[in-house]
């Protein structure tokens, strides 16, 4: 038996499992798809404190490694349920490991558009990362959907490979950062699509062209790409604890900054918990805070 499991290996889970082994309890991490979480397709980190310019994958590597070499172990398992009570059994699609305490740190999954053919066309143009998926579209146009700033660096690095790249988004104003907006004006192959949304995707086997509503003027037009990168922030996926903690409206685990959640023994950090600002520095401030916290309550 583990002291405490850990649930989601990005940076609050693993930044958790950093500070938990470090005051001397034993930690299992259970991840049901690779370490690193949303981070690891981020190009380049410029704000994390301390650290001037890092790739996510390199920041997230980093993580993994520091967690691992302090004896944390990590397993690819998709947790299903958790069975409450003072010795808690954490259940997955392998089998089950019990614990003293939990830390659900399971982030957030990309938000998809809702549109009609977009799961029948992922990977066939339309993608969610343009880390993973950019190189696939050098020289061919390519649009961008989304104002925050996964959009505005994922239209900034697709600017490098592709002719042109259109950048969607459904307001004039941008929620990301002024300094990435200016780089994309600064860019001849880019070309903002302001106050829009996309209505289809269009193409046989694969996207052709995306259409677009002008939601001021209601002008609808066509523009022909090979590639979608949709860039429209994220949703979380605490399902599987609806009957455990409490959530709110939008499936977020009601917490606040000391990472308690009304449950005995349940911790929770990251982006999976209501909070207002969702960065890498709030993601590691609250693995530490949760394991320390969990790390008091085991005793
Ligand atoms: P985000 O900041 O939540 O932005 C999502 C964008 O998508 C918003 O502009 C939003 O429009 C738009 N949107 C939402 N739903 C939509 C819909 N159904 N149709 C069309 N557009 C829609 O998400 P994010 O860019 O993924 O960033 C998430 C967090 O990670 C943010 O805090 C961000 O700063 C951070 N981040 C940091 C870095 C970095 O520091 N290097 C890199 C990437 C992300 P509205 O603006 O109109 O709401």
Redesign the pocket.
Known sequence: MNDIVIIGAGTAGLSAAIYARRAGKTVLVLEQLSYGG?IIN?P????YPGIRNISGFDFATGLYEQATALGAEVLIEKVVSIEDGDIKKVVTEEGSHECRAVILATGAKN?P??LAREEELTGAGVSYCATCDGAFFRGKDVAV?????????DALFLSNYCSHVYLI???D?????DKEVQRLKDKENVEFVLDS??TALNGEDALDSVSVKNVKTGEEKDLAVKGLFV????MPDNAAFAGLVELDDHGYIKAGEDCLTGTKGIFTAGDCRTKT????TTASADGAVAALAACSYIG
């Open positions: 949303q981020t380049e980190i410029e704000n938000r558009l809702g959907n989304g104002g925050g700033n996964t959009a505005l660096e988004h459904r307001r104003a941008f929620r990301g950062d949304v996309i860039a429209i922030g994220q600002v969702r960065q890498l």
